[in-house]
């Protein structure tokens, strides 16, 4: 029987770039929850740090808030026979590394090591331990460089498999804002902003959690494909948890664990993000599973023994539907493997969906995986389950509304009615304000405190503060508001005593406090300029502060210095504002 497109290979190839061989060293990059039954990992672990016996082994607890990993990671291979004397728990942490990163004895362990092994967390704080102030190599980095170019093992899980590429992710907010607020600038702000790494893997960007549904990795695929495009090289390693990847001096990528590599490639990708977020075209990717390997050097991808060309004919199923939560657990790889390549369809199609709990107003995107010219797909029945290989499938993600339509089609229908029409399409898009039942947006109406408290939790996505959870009279528990409201008025950004009364007009006052809230919790920056305002004199003294502040920084206006306090405010300078957060509208 004939393979499902072309001759029966053991090379496939996907998008291969040159790359020269690595290092003297081997790294090991682990995709998160990393788990003591998973053997191939761990052994491969302590036969490339020299064995059991002559391992000496230091563990970087830096990412993680506590020591509770390097512990368990600590216990875990003493199990498996490494000498307890043989590891080292490196004492740089989260609280010390700014005096300890540059520190000889607490460098020590380091430069004793056969292999380095950073615990999962937060891979900002490794990359704030691995570099000084000015940018220069700590001795830290310098210590890790020296394991690897003396042929030892550099690796890690999760955010430590993450810092060992050139440049790496970082893991806030959820996986759908890089594609409705683009690639970040700096690190915490909504859209994934791309970092430096510890510069050992130069072959692309490691990525990691790709199959997990969690608050901060749940697709993860589609902010890769964001963030690719532009970089060079243009290609993206995602590892599925408790799955690995062995890259060994030549260049040769080996694949060890239960799930899955995608190797992502934005090389020949376009993409457009304004109004009505992103649009990728053309973005390729593969997706190896255990024993699978792949080149560096030449994009060659090679079956693991034992798989065989999924026939034409022979898949095992007949057609596929519509996926509509691409978000889910395993969503992405249900969608190649079981979509196309074990599948007579030759596309599959998925939603990303997100939802504004005041009216229900849902968006999204639309995934398209598709087989390429060069598709290719083989199989092997182990452990009870069947894995996979699979290359040259295509990506394409494009905006959608709510009837999974071009968002165009749906924008407010009285939005030229607007001083500021793209900031409304930009701002209606993404549900951060919504229009009526009627499709219009009203954007010289004023805008109510519960559509004030709606828009600010809506862009930025915060948790309430629990000690300063407010009482209200007037907003039930069941209200769809109520803990959007929560977050705003514990965090500071409304006031309220008592009472919310949420369809009063927002006055600016109130717009000072959340303004200055937005801008500083979005854009990760404090305000510091000043207005002098005459008639600010009276009022609490935090909203006379922001008033000051915003007026100085111009994100509101004052005519000779009065600031009208009482001023209400409309929907449609609330839409501008949120539009110039996003990039999307400039200062008038």
Known sequence: ???????????????????PALADGNLLAVGGMLRASNSAVYEKLIELAGGADQARIAIMPTAS????SSKRFQGELQALGVPAAHISIVGIDKQNYQTSMNDPAAVKPLTEATAVWFVGGDQARIARALYNADGSESLTLKAVRQVFAKGG???????????????????????????????????????????????LFKAGIIDQHFDQIEETSS???????????????????GLDTNTAIWIKPDGQLEVLGEGYLTVMDASQASKDFGVYGTRLQNVRLAMLGHGDRYDLNSGEVQPAEGKEAIAAGNEYLVGNQLLTDLSAVSAMSRAV?????????????????????????????????????????HSRFQDSLTNYTVSGVRLDITPVDAAL??????????VGSSRWPQAVRAVTFRGLMTSDASNRFEPKRALTRFELANALQMTLAAEPALDKLPKLVDVPAEHPLREQIEVVLSNGWLQADGRFEGERAVTRQDWALACKALVEGFAKTSLVQRAELQDVQGLDPAVAEAAALTVGAGWLSAEQGR???????????VAYSLARLLGLAKPS
Do not use: W
Not at 344 to 370: D, I, K
Not at 405 to 410: C, L
Not at 565 to 571: G, L, N, T
């Open 65 to 68: 808030g506590s020591l509770s």
């Open 219 to 237: 697709g993860r695929a589609a902010r890769m494909a964001s963030y690719l495009v532009g970089q060079q090289p243009a290609k993206g390693f």
């Open 337 to 377: 493997l079981y979509g196309l390549a074990d599948n007579t369809a030759t596309r599959q199609v998925g939603l990303m969906t997100r939802y504004n709990p005041a009216n229900g107003y849902h968006y999204g995107y639309r995934f398209e995986f598709s087989e390429t010219e060069g598709f290719r797909a």
């Open 1 to 19: 029987m004939q393979p499902k497109r072309g001759a029966l290979v053991a090379a496939l190839i996907l998008c291969g770039f040159s790359a």
């Open 405 to 414: 339509r071009d968002p165009a089609r749906s924008t407010p229908q009285d």
């Open 563 to 573: 600031f009208e306090p009482e001023r209400v405010v409309s929907r449609e300078e």
């Open 153 to 199: 093992v550099v690796a890690g899980s999760s955010a430590g498999a993450s810092i060992l590429g050139a440049t790496m992710p970082t893991a806030y907010g959820v996986v759908m804002d890089t594609l409705d607020f683009g690639v970040a600038q700096q690190a915490d702000q909504r859209g994934t902003a791309l970092l430096k790494g510890a510069g």
